[in-house]
């Protein structure tokens, strides 16, 4: 019987050494990366069966990269594994195409079980959270980060982490005056009128949660 291949991204290396010796017990474990652009060409050139992504990573977050697996054609199942246990992240995260979504200080038994829910073609949410998730789904609140673009929600990280506009150019393999239009465009979207308030925004919407 074909054993189930995980990639797993967690830029927590102490994390990820727990975890690798909880996944190698049950699956094959084809690799372990540390941010979400990562994730994306490892998925390419891996082609896992299942993912299991931290929602934290550098320039990419797990939630951005979902978004851009699943836009991309990937068949592999998405398991978000993180310390955030607000409903927000699980709402946001299943939007994007994740199929569960793991508290870390769950017991270990749950990420598995997580994993065999998912290749059987259900979906799993953290039992502490599920009804909150409900009813936040219930409430259909309004989201002000509809209103922004993959690429800006890209170049926002980028901005929260501290990366300058030519450095967000490099990376996206952008112009940097393209990487200045985005963050003015985000900010008359968005109504805020500085750099600071569209980080601060970035920090209490989830695109960089605070660890």
């Known amino acids: 019987m074909k054993r189930v291949r995980v990639l797993l991204a967690d830029d927590h290396k102490i994390v990820a050494e727990g975890l690798r010796s909880l996944l190698q017990q049950e ?29 934290t990573m550098p320039l990419l977050n797990g939630i ?50 997580a994993i065999r829910a998912v290749l059987g073609g259900g979906t799993y949410i953290t039992p502490t959270i599920e009804r909150s998730l409900l009813e936040s789904n219930d409430r259909k609140p309004s989201n002000s980060m509809d209103r922004l673009t993959p690429r800006q929600r890209e170049v926002l990280q980028l901005l929260a982490e501290g990366h300058s506009a030519k450095e967000i150019a490099r990376i996206l393999h952008i112009s940097p005056r393209t990487a200045e239009f985005h963050k003015y465009q985000m900010m008359g979207a968005l109504g805020i009128g500085s750099t600071v308030d569209l980080i601060r925004f970035a920090l209490t919407h989830g695109i960089l949660p605070e660890k």
């Open 27 to 55: 699956f094959v474990l084809v690799g372990v990366v540390e941010d979400g652009y990562a994730l994306i060409e490892e998925e390419k050139r891996l082609e896992p069966d299942v993912i299991v992504a931290d929602i």
């Open 64 to 113: 951005e990269a979902t978004r851009k697996l699943k836009k991309g054609g990937s068949k592999a199942k998405i398991v978000i594994l993180t310390m955030h246990s607000d409903a927000t992240y699980a709402r946001r995260a299943l939007d994007a195409g994740a199929s569960a979504f793991v508290l870390k200080h769950s017991a270990p038994s749950q990420l598995v079980e």
